[in-house]
C-alpha cells in the first residue's frame, strides 16, 4: 500500500518533474519548517536554486511559507513546509484544470468541421483543408470529411465523469471539515 507521503511525491514528480524532488523530500524529512537556506545547505545547491524548486512547488500547493523579517539585517525570511494535508485539494485543482481543458476541446470540436487524409490520418481544419485545395500537405492525396461524433461523445463522457469526481469529492471534503 502506498503512504501519503509517497503518493505526495509521486504527485509532484508526475506534475512537475525529478528536479523538485529533492527539496520536497528534504522538508518531508524534515516535518518542520525550513528555510531555503537550510535546504540548500542540506542538499549542497545554490540557494537560488532551492527558490526556484520552492515556487514551482509553491504555485502547484506543494508547499507553503510563512516570511519573517529579520531583525538584524531588515531582509525577509522564508520558512517553508509541505502540504501534505492538501494533496486532495492538490488533485482537486488538477482535475478542474483538465476539465476546463476537455471543455475547450469539446467546444472546439462542436464549432469546427474536420476533413482527414485517408493515407496518413493527418487531420485538417476546413480552413485548412479550403486553403489547401482538399490535398493533403504531407502526401498529395484528397481529404474526405472526418465526423467528429465519436470524438465530442468521448469528451462529453469524460466531462461528465470528471465533473462527477469533483462533486463527490467536494462532497466528501465538505463533510469532513464539519
Known amino acids: 500500500m502506498v503512504n501519503a507521503e509517497d503518493l505526495f511525491i509521486n504527485l509532484a514528480k508526475s506534475l512537475l518533474g525529478d528536479d523538485v524532488i529533492d527539496v520536497l523530500r528534504i522538508l518531508l524529512d524534515k516535518g518542520t519548517e525550513m528555510t531555503d537556506e537550510e535546504i540548500a545547505n542540506q542538499l549542497n545547491i545554490k540557494v537560488n536554486d532551492v527558490r526556484k524548486k520552492l515556487n514551482l512547488l509553491e504555485e502547484q500547493g506543494f ?30 485543482n488538477r482535475k478542474r484544470l483538465i476539465l476546463d481543458k476537455l471543455k475547450t476541446r469539446l467546444e472546439y470540436e462542436k464549432n469546427n468541421t474536420f476533413f482527414i ?13 479550403f486553403e489547401n485545395e482538399f490535398k ?43
Open 63 to 92: 508547499v507553503s511559507y510563512r516570511k519573517t523579517r529579520d531583525k538584524d539585517s531588515g531582509w525577509f525570511i522564508y520558512y517553508w513546509k509541505p502540504n501534505i494535508d492538501q494533496i486532495n485539494e492538490i488533485l482537486l
Open 117 to 129: 487524409c485517408p493515407q496518413d490520418n493527418s487531420r485538417y481544419s476546413f480552413e485548412e483543408a
Open 136 to 178: 493533403c500537405l504531407k502526401c498529395g492525396s484528397q481529404l474526405t470529411y472526418y465526423d467528429t461524433d465519436k470524438i465530442k461523445s468521448f469528451l462529453e463522457q469524460k466531462i461528465r465523469q470528471i465533473e462527477e469526481e469533483i462533486d463527490k469529492e467536494t462532497k466528501l471534503g465538505a463533510n469532513k471539515n464539519h
